[in-house]
């Protein structure tokens, strides 16, 4: 560089110089309005909600002697090994394997989905939509509306679980996948392109081993929701730590069914610790 | 002539890129396309490789217009040529081997290259000779990621040489690294050309790169040749006019 070409922008940039450059803003005089009845529509909904949901704290102070009241019988929990301990773990275990084949048997379906699902793997533009379109419709209905359909077919019992934890979280990893394929750094499949390679040697070979990292992180996160969903499907029949949870509670059982949250609390605790350990690793 | 290109024009909403550019690269050399940004180099590589489509002009690999050629035809000659990218577009996470041998996956069964536990024993074997070529066979089993920014580059080229193309096409190969490292990737493309005849052709934002290692050198000046000429002809003018200053500053005063 000469100083010749570096005269006239050291000369702009001086503050002696003559001539300043002035920052102009173009006015918006509509915008403290537009804030205005952006915020009067806000707390408008809530005012609205808080009159459809029956939102009413005075209630809930005029009536903690009720729950005092079963909370007090809840304690102390049953400690009893034979009626309450023993079968909380062994149905704590079946609510893990609930929770862990729902993850499992799902990867073939939402890896299939996110491939054809992703705008950069996708084979055509038809395929991207349908693809979308059957994830959304496995995240739209809730997995204990699966668990209550499986339950008409195979009846009560964790293998419905199972069942409803495949479809709903089909849904919801396809999508994240998609997602996270749709982010990753395009120039190793465009160069596998340029090489001949055809579109499924190219997502075999660069887009895939590119996600790998997301993808089991996703798939660690899905564990740990599903290991929680599966509690919840106990309550409608599916089995697992959750039956018994709604068993104790219809029979005035309060001491066993905080032995039982006790247990699904230390479960929790493990699952989270377990992910969480695994995902560090993978990070390193 | 392994490479020769005639006419090549291209613009980008109504943006004239490219007008009229000539070339040919012979088997064995190695040529050079020197210009400021946005002169068109770019655009160039990519129109021959494929990437972008040209608005008209002809390109013939060892005398065959790639116009006159469809579907598989067309895909059969241009798996001859190779590209070398400036951000290397590998995959880190697997080998050096097998990031290389991903560039025979043309000629790999679909079946075959779903994994690299797959890949045919003489693919690995190709792969792992034209890992000696550029001089990292040591490395075959190390993970790129934890190769070096030139190293990575050099197992590109690997890649590239395991399409066994005969034309190799580099975009801006050495921009990304350390001046070490970008000498040694020239001194390997230059050694291909004329060690084992390849027709390659850089993108170059180093003249003195491009004057050291390259046969020839070809300038482009907003989407038009300046100069095609061996590259101990050219002086000083010839850059200046590609890269001449006064056109900066003429553009700045304009918009002030």
Redesign the interface.
């Known amino acids: 560089?000469?100083p010749q070409?570096l005269t006239?922008?050291v000369a702009?940039r001086s503050p002696s110089a003559q001539t300043r450059v002035a920052l102009v803003r173009p006015k918006k005089p509509l915008r403290w309005i537009t804030t205005a009845a952006v915020a009067a529509v806000v707390v408008g909904l809530h005012a609205v909600a808080i009159e459809g949901t029956d939102f009413k704290p005075a209630l809930l102070v005029d009536g903690w002697k009720g729950m005092a009241a079963f909370i007090g019988d809840a304690f102390p929990p049953d400690l009893s090994w034979e009626k309450t301990i023993r079968p909380g773990l062994e149905a704590t275990l079946v609510t893990l394997w609930i929770g862990l084949l729902g993850t499992t048997l799902s990867v073939p379906f939402a890896l299939l989905l996110a491939a054809l699902a992703a705008e950069n793997t996708s084979p055509h533009r038809l395929v991207y939509q349908a693809a979308r379109s059957v994830l959304s419709f496995f995240r739209a209905v809730p997995d204990i509306v699966f668990a209550l359909i499986f339950v008409t077919a195979v009846g009560l019992g964790p293998f419905a679980g199972v069942l409803a934890l495949i479809c709903h979280n089909t849904g919801v990893m396809g999508k994240l996948w998609a997602e996270s394929m749709e982010e990753i750094d395009s120039?190793?499949q465009?160069?596998?392109r340029?090489?001949?390679?055809?579109r499924?040697?190219q997502v075999?070979?660069?887009t895939l081993?590119?996600v790998?990292?997301q993808f089991v992180g996703l798939l660690l996160y899905r564990f740990d929701v599903n290991v929680r969903s599966s509690l919840v499907l106990g309550l409608v029949g599916a089995g697992g730590i959750g039956l018994l949870i709604n068993q104790s509670i219809k029979s005035f059982q309060f001491d066993s069914m905080l032995t039982h949250i006790l247990i699904v609390l230390v479960l929790i605790i493990v699952v989270d610790q377990f992910s969480a350990w695994i995902r560090r690793r993978l990070a390193a | 002539m392994p490479l020769s290109v005639h006419g090549l024009r291209k613009s980008f909403n109504g943006r004239t890129v490219l007008e009229g550019v000539d070339f040919s690269v012979a088997a064995g050399e190695l040529v050079a396309f020197l210009g400021a940004n946005g002169s068109g180099k770019s655009t160039t590589l990519r129109c021959v490789m494929g990437i972008t489509a040209p608005d008209s002009g002809s390109i013939s690999i060892d005398g065959t217009a790639l116009e006159t050629l469809q579907g598989r035809d067309l895909q059969q000659v241009r798996q001859r040529m190779a590209m070398i990218f400036q951000k290397i577009h590998l995959v880190p996470r697997r080998t050096a081997l097998d990031n290389v041998c991903a560039g025979a996956l043309s000629r790999i069964p679909t079946v075959r290259s779903l994994s690299p536990l797959l890949f045919p024993a003489d693919v690995q074997q190709e792969a792992l000779d034209c890992l000696d070529r550029v001089g990292l066979a040591d490395r075959a089993l190390d993970r790129v990621g934890r190769l070096s920014g030139g190293q990575q580059q050099r197992v590109a080229v690997a890649r590239a040489l395991c399409q066994r193309a005969d034309v190799v096409l580099a975009d801006e190969p050495v921009s990304a690294l350390d001046p070490h490292a970008a000498e040694q990737v020239m001194a390997l493309l230059r050694e291909l050309a004329h060690a084992e005849g390849l027709a390659v052709a850089a993108v170059l934002h180093q003249p003195d790169l491009a004057l050291r290692y390259a046969d020839r050198s070809i300038g482009l000046l907003q989407g038009s040749m300046t100069f095609d000429l061996p590259s101990t002809e050219i002086t000083a003018d010839h850059l200046d006019t590609l890269y001449a200053p006064d056109r900066d500053v003429s553009d700045r005063k304009s918009a002030a």
Not at chain 1, 194 to 198: K, P, Q
């Open positions: 560089m000469t070409i006239p922008a702009r120039g190793p465009e160069a596998l340029t090489a001949g390679a055809n499924i040697q075999a070979n660069a081993p590119m790998v990292p």
